[in-house]
């Protein structure tokens, strides 16, 4: 059941507000923000439209990297500025940086906002919250720092201290909260086969998006075996995903003339790690995406349904989510009652929580894909629906449809990374009512499939 919030602390029209309504509210808050901010004259060096400036700064915040205007040419350092504070607020969420501040000034935590800190990170009880925010903040800006740090080392030399020390924080926190922004137009594809350019963008986006609590799980117990069922199917998921995904792109784009096919082995490597880690929601490309095999776009859109971590700073159904329906699914062919992973039974409680969220994601998607037919007719069918799919999953890759997008389509795109970010069910607990005393039903039997 989903607990309200009720004090008189709020204003009148934020009383009786549950976390998910004041989850959607901040983002919503922090994103009108941003796109007065980028609107600004200082924030530009050409003019952009008030539409232009929302969806940079909604993909901002909900750390998608789709963009209609170059970062790197078309904002100012000012603007770009702008752009991080939006993606780190984005990916470590709001009321990180709010409880961070309290504890900054001694202020104690009450229990309605660590009800918010719980649905704002996907916790499943409050209790450790405040040391896992503090953790997750040291740990946070460790890791950008060591990445910065490592990149600076890189590219000072090409580009001199000034942008290369710039260029490689940008890029660190844009890597780190899985947002895929790059001050080059073309993304990291002129470091294709460069080993510290991939390793650091790649370790920063998959540690960030595997989620904080495991993070702190990992950090707590040390040892696989000691682990929660939650961290050792992420960590167990990932590398495996991960893997396959990297050989079969290897193989669909090993002859491809516009990717992988005029490459040496080793950037071929490369290339096929990088692809295969980035769409489930980094946005970094290495490679041109329009470019692709259409059997390897297949697999980028499932890769980016299926997103990251869940409570980490990637979006998509989450990982876990998929793997739940996937053992529940074997489960159910094996005629057992229940699904059992590392000798851990799923609650169906569990099962249905997953399967809701796949049953409203898809429906989502299809509706922001059946609009976007209705408004970019001239739009081939396959990049349309790239562009859904990496909306919905705030991931930020295209296929260069993202610029030609008309009005209402940024609209759409704008509306769909608000939901990947946020989440279907928080949305859909913003305008859900309060739950009723619970009444059993006598059951009955549905004929399926």
Not at 28 to 53: E, Q, R
Not at 140 to 152: G, N, P, Q, Y
Not at 378 to 394: D, Q, W
Request: charged share 10%; glycine share 8%; net charge positive.
């Amino acid at each position: 059941m989903v607990q309200r919030l009720k004090t008189t602390s709020f204003k009148p029209w934020m009383i009786d507000m549950s976390p998910p309504q004041f989850l959607a509210l901040t983002f919503a808050l922090v994103i009108v923000a941003g796109t007065f901010l980028l609107k600004t004259p200082a924030a530009a060096t050409v003019h952009i439209s008030w539409i232009d400036a929302l969806f940079t700064a909604a993909s901002a915040t909900t750390v998608t990297g789709l963009v209609v205007v170059d970062t790197g040419t078309v904002f100012t350092v000012f603007g770009q500025v702008v752009i991080l504070v939006l993606i780190q607020i984005g990916g470590l969420g709001l009321m990180t940086f709010a409880v961070l501040i309290f504890l900054l000034f001694g202020k104690r935590i009450g229990l309605k906002q660590r009800l918010l800190i719980q649905e704002a990170l996907n916790a499943t009880s409050i209790g450790g919250l405040i040391r896992l925010i503090r953790l997750l903040a040291l740990f946070s800006l460790t890791v950008e720092t060591v990445a910065a740090v490592i990149l600076a080392l890189r590219w000072v030399p090409d580009y001199g201290w000034q942008f290369g020390l710039y260029t490689s924080v940008f890029h660190s926190i844009s890597a780190f909260n899985n947002a895929g922004f790059s001050l080059w137009e073309d993304g990291l594809t002129r470091y294709v086969g460069d080993p510290a350019v991939n390793i650091i963008i790649t370790f920063s986006f998959i540690i960030g998006g595997i989620g904080f609590t495991v993070i702190a799980d990992v950090l707590h117990k040390r040892q696989f075996k000691t682990l929660s069922l939650h961290s050792k199917m992420m960590i167990v998921g990932t590398l495996v995903v991960n893997s396959f995904v990297m050989l079969v792109f290897f193989f669909l784009e090993f002859s491809n003339p516009a990717t992988l096919g005029p490459l040496p082995l080793d950037e071929k490597i490369w290339a096929s790690y990088f692809q295969a880690v980035t769409p489930r929601t980094a946005g970094f490309n290495s490679i041109d995406i329009g470019s692709m095999r259409t059997d390897s776009l297949m697999m980028t859109l499932l890769l980016m349904f299926i997103g990251a971590g869940s409570g980490s700073t990637g979006s998509g159904i989450k990982l876990t989510t998929f793997l739940i329906m996937i053992v529940a699914c074997i489960a159910f062919l094996k005629g057992e009652e229940e699904p059992v992973v590392f000798g851990r039974a799923i609650r169906h409680l569990i099962i249905l929580r997953a399967l809701s969220i796949i049953v409203m994601s898809s429906t989502f998607i299809f509706i922001c894909v059946f609009v976007l037919v209705i408004t970019e007719r001239s739009a081939p069918f396959i990049m349309i629906l790239f562009e859904a799919f990496s909306a919905f999953g705030t991931v930020g890759l295209s296929m260069g449809l993202t610029p030609e997008l008309s009005a209402v389509g940024k609209q759409i795109i704008i509306i769909m990374m608000f939901i990947g970010r946020v989440g279907p069910l928080t949305l859909a607990f913003t305008i859900a009512k309060p739950k009723k005393p619970s009444v059993r039903y006598p059951t009955d039997d549905i004929f399926t499939g």
